[in-house]
């Protein structure tokens, strides 16, 4: 996490950083299953202005990246 609540990935093996990619978050909600905390249903994968996020497409609840994994 960085200071302002970006996730930062880091490859082991060259030493680059990146960002949470749209790609990346949809394998990450498929993989576990995330759902809605408000609502239930599973989120999706969104992006707007360079931020990616989570969306519920049920009640349209935004959620950051950094709120996935800590939050």
């Given at each position: 996490m960085t200071p302002k609540d970006k996730v930062r990935l880091l490859c082991h093996y060259c030493g680059n950083t990146g960002g949470?990619?749209?790609?990346?978050?949809?394998?990450?909600?498929q993989n576990v299953d995330l759902e809605c905390r408000t609502c239930g249903k599973v989120l999706e994968a969104a992006s707007q202005d360079g931020q990616v996020y989570a969306e519920c497409p049920g009640c349209r609840k935004k959620t950051k990246t950094g709120q996935l994994f800590y939050g």
């Amino acid at each position: 996490m960085t200071p302002k609540d970006k996730v930062r990935l880091l490859c082991h093996y060259c030493g680059n950083t990146g960002g949470v990619t749209r790609f990346i978050l949809e394998r990450y909600i498929q993989n576990v299953d995330l759902e809605c905390r408000t609502c239930g249903k599973v989120l999706e994968a969104a992006s707007q202005d360079g931020q990616v996020y989570a969306e519920c497409p049920g009640c349209r609840k935004k959620t950051k990246t950094g709120q996935l994994f800590y939050g």
